[in-house]
């Protein structure tokens, strides 16, 4: 789908569907003088007094319009208001053979309490609604007719960055959102490997470098290897360098992603009930990816490295036991008492080997790392750990400009003292109590005190379960807010 922004003039625009926000008919009748008596009764036939959510079709409404639809919204609009009713909508116009949607953008803004990047929040709705997954359907789906998406401004030199959401994310989230939705059998370490270097053969500013399980055997990456030793499938730390000549930052950006492409919990096994949605334990690795197609797509000057802990965590004979004692990258001994508890094991010599390797002015990784966080914080905002203030708090704001939202948890020096072991350096789990804060503490334990890190608990918001069990490709909206934010800095 393409994005096109255009000034707003509707005695000159032709779109086969115009969506204008109201809370009040008299302003949209000044703006169509000609047609005001037809939406009058029309809006008087169908009961419709612009309340929130309410939708008003004015079919064949003059020569160049093919369609209007008026959307409620209330004066001072929140963002889970805006969204809603346009996601509503959006799947209901995209059912019909409808190509191009112009969406009024000052009619939104008069009512939108948070005008800033109001442009994201409305195009997210249809790209939403736009995605299907159906690879493995025997009947595809048909094919949504809508191929263009125009955001009409009054001032439409203000929306550059905007248009570079819309298409990264466009890009990225659907990419996330594909290999989220990939089952174990088909994604698994390997097939990611592959789909680095598919991209690398794409875009000529991304190169690709990987460590196999020999390799990282003879560095030292013991807590890794302790979890991909039990399956069949070869275990891959994957690297994913973009260096366009324009980088403005000489120490890179890092994005590492827990990629675990089917999570059994080993040893430690996992109840049988839902254990399917385990092939989206990798939706941090899958955030990455679409992260790094997305500024690929975009030209982004900037230098970002994408590194992920690809591995599988089965029961195989080789398989690490609860009470194994295994030696990270960086030295330090870890008691596994969980085999369940195995994202952290992967990140941990990871995160190592991004600093040592590539010494990042930020390091950021994702992960789908604990259930105690989906019990905290629900589907609604990701938990985002760090202690660097300002790097926090550009991600929330990055989260509210893209409703896409985080929220700070503790990294407080008592939660640690829960993590002794009396055998080992540390242990990787810590009792019942705190559980997302104390896996979070975990990392800690692995990156440079003066390294600028932040990092995110997306269990509760990386897929939707229930009827509608989908990956959701967060927090792509959010990360992508924030590069887009450090590259116009």
Not at 8 to 25: E, H, P, Q, S, Y
Not at 103 to 109: P, Y
Request: proline share 4%; charged share 20%; glycine share 8%.
């Amino acid at each position: 789908m393409n994005f096109e922004i255009q000034r707003r003039d509707f005695n000159t625009l032709a779109t086969d569907c115009l969506i204008i926000g109201v809370n009040n008919l008299e302003k949209v009748s000044s703006s169509f003088a000609d047609q005001a008596d037809q939406i009058q009764e029309l809006a008087e036939l169908s009961g419709f007094e612009a309340k929130p959510g309410q939708v008003l079709a004015l079919p064949n409404f003059s020569k160049n319009l093919t369609r209007v639809f008026l959307l409620g919204v209330s004066e001072n609009a929140s963002q889970s208001e805006l969204t809603g009713s346009l996601k509503s909508l959006a799947k209901s116009l995209l059912a019909m053979p409808i190509t191009q949607i112009a969406i009024d953008l000052d009619s939104f803004a008069s009512l939108y309490q948070g005008k800033a990047k109001l442009a994201g929040l409305v195009v997210q709705p249809f790209i939403h609604s736009l995605y299907q997954y159906d690879q493995f359907k025997s009947k595809k789906a048909e094919p949504k007719a809508l191929s263009e998406l125009v955001l009409l401004s009054s001032e439409p030199d203000t929306l550059s960055q905007e248009q570079r959401f819309a298409k990264g994310l466009r890009a990225g989230a659907t990419l996330t959102r594909d290999l989220g939705n990939a089952p174990g059998n088909v994604c698994y370490p390997q097939f990611l490997l592959n789909l680095a270097q598919s991209l690398a053969a794409e875009f000529s500013d991304l190169d690709i470098s990987a460590l196999g399980e020999s390799q990282m055997q003879a560095m030292g990456f013991g807590s890794f290897l302790s979890v991909s030793k039990g399956s069949e499938k070869e275990g891959k730390l994957i690297c994913m360098n973009y260096h366009p000549e324009n980088a403005r930052n000489k120490q890179p950006i890092a994005l590492v992603g827990k990629g675990i492409t089917f999570d059994s919990g080993g040893i430690s096994l996992k109840p049988g009930a839902r254990m399917d949605e385990m092939k989206y334990d990798m939706c941090g690795a899958a955030t990455v990816f679409g992260l790094m197609k997305a500024i690929c797509v975009l030209e982004l000057p900037l230098h970002v490295v994408g590194v992920i802990a690809a591995a599988e965590n089965m029961p195989g004979g080789g398989a690490t036991r609860p009470g194994d004692i295994v030696t990270s990258l960086s030295g330090k001994t870890i008691e596994i008492l969980n085999t369940d508890a195995e994202g952290r094991l992967v990140l941990c010599d990871a995160l190592t080997y991004t600093q040592r390797v590539y010494d990042p002015e930020l390091m950021i990784d994702f992960a789908t790392l604990t259930g105690a966080c989906v019990v905290a914080l629900g589907d609604q905002a990701s938990g985002l750990y760090s202690k660097d203030e300002a790097l926090s708090d550009a991600l929330v704001t990055a989260g509210e400009h893209s409703y896409d939202r985080a929220w700070p948890m503790p990294l407080f020096e008592e939660y640690s003292k829960q993590l002794e072991s009396p055998f080992a350096d540390l242990q990787n789990i810590g009792g019942p109590k705190a559980g997302s804060v104390t896996a979070a503490c975990f990392l800690a334990e692995f990156v440079d005190e003066d390294r600028a890190w932040a990092h995110f608990d997306i269990a509760g918001t990386a897929w939707n379960d229930g009827a509608e069990k989908n990956a959701s490709g967060r927090p792509v909206p959010l990360m992508l807010r924030f590069l887009l934010e450090k590259a116009d800095a």
